[in-house]
């Protein structure tokens, strides 16, 4: 049972038929109920999560409208799968004899939710202020199909805009711009999160960038909201994967709105005189060549990887080489212990809406709100048809940026929403956070010191260790996998890696039977990169924390790749790093 936040009449229009509502706001959830005492009904109830934000505009004849926008999980009737769809409550304000009235009645309802779902900050006044976000978005018009500006102005900006989430795009122009763009930004810290509407070239580039800064140790903390625009989306599938959501564009946007920060491992790999930082996957041979001899087919988008795996199972290239690992044992480098984080699973049935058509329980009673009244968080989510013949370009936004008439509210906002201002100077110098209070981030002695301790045990020009394994001969294909997705329909492995698990799958195909090897590969490629089920006669797995991989230089023809980026075909050194860097994710389950 949640305690009733705010609860008024508004009035709700579906179907053409105007109905005056109870609304009743609660730390869970919104609900609309019709009529009175014991002959009332719930019409709708919007649980909290799905909530994005609300809105108040003008209509036509001075009326006043809160629009609520929620994007709750849908089951579709005829194919069973569950997709998150976008919706909206119009409710009417005319409970109070001027306009005036209820503007403000809106303005409070808008501010509480907001809120509650974005937390706030206290002022130098003792007030709050809803905390506001602002995204620095990297937009690829040319990644995978050349959709990714499209899909950010038509769908990706106006959610951010109805989460009020101030957004400053850069459209990236070369191979390399998002990188020296986050290297040489001074005011990068001003930003709440970083998104990229691309593949996972932009992401690589963002990481390296964010890594060859001076303050390094703090701006790899800046959280990465990940968005699918390109042809290999694997850390966003993996971050959905552990959200526990469906793997859709709409569903990316909502978890980069109403998520949290979330650590994810990182692979630094050491090659010539180059560092480089991987986040997905490092490749050489079978994958790495269908990765790159590809790019020429990007208009396809994912396909493409299946198109050149089929040549490539013709050809069948091997080539020769040694490889290295550190087989993963119970502790890391750092003392941790590996993690395994099942993804959570779907929510409840309660929040899934099986029928787009209200129905209305008449069974159900609802007494009159008082102070202490209460409401049940379980009530059945149920979805929403808007009136067709509502004008919505009748609508102009209200200016809802004063607080005026919102702070009776506001000492029932609970404590978990409370965020001390990074902006504004309190008096009470324990508590503020402002600019003048709290010196610029410094380095993180202790990431920085996990990091080079790493460097100066084993380095690619170090001894390998006698405990190190060592494999050579010819291969098909050697792969180390940090993440669970190479891409939305390729999984890496049915364990559940999770984002910051502290290991990567070294997976490696050595043979010298052509016919032997196709097959085992065949069989990979139908059954995704699992080792349960691909443990073949020249196929195998191990979990490792580092390894080393030296090519026969004198052979030509294959490819080195690190997240699908192509690099010197050389030896290199990977060792992996648990949790150093940012994603925004919903929390796993418990």
């Not at 010539?272 to 790019?295: H, K, P, Q």
């Not at 070294?506 to 065949?522: E, H, I, P």
Request: aromatic letters at 8%; glycine letters at 6%; a negative charge.
């Amino acid at each position: 049972m949640s305690e009733i936040l705010l609860a008024e009449e508004f009035v709700y229009t579906v179907n053409n038929v105007d109905t005056t509502v109870h609304l009743m706001l609660t730390a869970a959830g919104i609900s609309l109920r019709d009529g009175k005492g014991a002959h009332s009904y719930r019409l709708k109830y919007i649980h909290l999560t799905d909530v994005i934000g609300a809105k108040v505009h003008y209509g036509a004849k001075d009326s006043v409208y809160l629009l609520i926008h929620y994007f709750p999980l849908i089951k579709n009737r005829f194919n069973g799968k569950v997709q998150r769809c976008k919706k909206q409550v119009i409710l009417c304000a005319n409970q109070h004899e001027t306009t005036g009235g209820n503007v403000k009645q809106c303005i409070k309802w808008k501010k509480a939710i907001s809120r509650l779902i974005n937390g706030y900050e206290e002022k130098p006044d003792g007030t709050q202020k809803t905390k506001k976000r602002t995204f620095l978005a990297f937009v690829n018009p040319k990644g995978g199909k050349g959709i990714a500006k499209k899909m950010w102005l038509n769908t990706v900006k106006p959610m951010l805009d109805v989460a009020e989430i101030t957004s400053e795009v850069v459209y990236t122009e070369y191979s390399g711009h998002a990188r020296d763009y986050v290297q040489d930004c001074k005011d990068i810290y001003k930003y709440s999160a970083i998104m990229t509407v691309s593949g996972d070239g932009i992401i690589f580039e963002v990481y390296n960038g964010l890594m060859k800064r001076d303050d390094f140790t703090e701006a790899i903390k800046i959280p990465l909201a990940i968005i699918p625009g390109g042809s290999g989306n694997g850390l966003c599938a993996a971050i959905l994967h552990q959200s526990g959501v469906p793997l859709t564009l709409m569903d990316a946007v909502y978890v980069a709105i109403r998520g949290s920060s979330t650590p994810l491992d990182m692979v630094r790999v050491e090659q010539g005189e180059n560092v480089m930082w991987s986040f997905l996957s490092i490749a050489w041979g079978f994958l790495s060549a269908v990765d790159i001899e590809s790019e020429k087919m990007r208009w396809m988008g994912e396909a493409r990887f299946t198109v050149e795996a089929v040549k490539k199972l013709v050809s069948f290239p091997v080539k020769s080489g040694k490889v290295w690992f550190a087989p993963l044992t119970e502790e890391l480098d750092d003392g941790s212990q590996p993690t395994m984080s099942s993804p959570k699973s779907l929510p409840r049935n309660k929040q899934i809406s099986k029928d787009p058509i209200v129905e209305p329980k008449s069974s159900e009673s609802l007494t009159d709100v008082g102070a202490n009244s209460t409401a049940s968080e379980e009530e059945n989510g149920v979805g929403e048809v808007l009136d067709p013949s509502f004008d919505f370009t009748s609508l102009n936004d209200v200016d809802t940026d004063t607080d005026e008439d919102s702070q009776d509210i506001d000492s029932k906002i609970p404590d978990r929403n409370r965020i001390v201002s990074e902006t504004a100077h309190l008096q009470d110098s324990e508590k503020c956070r402002c600019k003048k209070c709290v010196p610029a981030p410094t380095p993180d002695p202790e990431l920085l010191q996990k990091i080079t301790d790493s460097i100066e045990q084993i380095g690619l020009n170090s001894e390998i260790p006698e405990s190190w394994k060592l494999l050579e001969g010819k291969f098909a294909s050697v792969n180390a996998l940090s993440l669970s997705h190479l891409t939305f329909s390729i999984r890496n492995t049915d364990m559940e890696m999770s984002l910051d698990c502290g290991f990567m799958w070294l997976m490696w195909s050595n043979t010298d039977s052509y016919t032997v090897g196709r097959q085992d590969f065949l069989q990979l490629l139908v059954q995704n990169c699992t080792p349960e089920s691909n443990e073949t006669r020249t196929i195998h797995f191990e979990k490792v924390r580092a390894f080393r991989l030296e090519p026969e230089l004198s052979e030509s023809g294959a490819y080195v790749t690190i997240d699908g980026e192509l690099v010197p075909y050389e030896a290199l050194h990977a060792c992996i790093h648990k949790g150093i860097a940012r994603v925004l994710c919903l929390p796993s389950a418990v």
